[in-house]
């Protein structure tokens, strides 16, 4: 079972920034290549930004390209989104998720197979 938790979500206004932050074990960031996805109530999940395990490249979505980051800390066990820019539209809740075979959630070379409980990112004036 891939552990994973997320947290940082939480009340911005248009224009700010928040980081999100994934915590998981030692090994998970061994053996999985990380990213995020997020979901909006009523609409579907979509594939925010990730490290794929298949050609090790990274890969964002092209509403977030320039204005979201990924990065990691392995000395922290920790995996990150830097959201700078914010818009209303990145209202969500965002999910750190393990990169597996046959993931239902799919950006790029990355597939989403395995996920935490999500931390809400709310976007408004």
């Known amino acids: 079972q891939v552990q994973l938790v997320e947290s940082g979500g939480g009340l911005v206004r248009p224009g700010g920034s928040l980081r999100l932050s994934c915590a998981a074990p030692?090994?998970?960031?061994?053996?999985?290549?990380i990213g995020w996805f997020r979901q909006a109530p009523g609409k579907e999940r979509e594939g925010v930004s990730c490290?794929?395990?298949?050609?090790?490249?990274?890969y964002y979505a092209d509403s977030v390209k320039g204005r979201f980051t990924i990065s990691r800390d392995n000395d922290k066990n920790t995996v990150y989104l830097q959201m700078n820019s914010l818009k209303p539209e990145d209202t969500a809740v965002y999910y750190c998720?393990?990169?597996?075979?046959?993931?239902?959630?799919?950006?790029?070379?990355?597939?989403?197979?395995?996920w935490g409980q999500g931390t809400q990112v709310t976007v408004s004036s």
């Open positions: 490290f794929s395990s298949v050609d090790g490249s990274t």
């Open positions: 998720a393990a990169d597996l075979p046959g993931g239902a959630v799919v950006l790029g070379r990355c597939t989403f197979g395995s």
């Open positions: 030692r090994f998970t960031l061994d053996y999985y290549a």
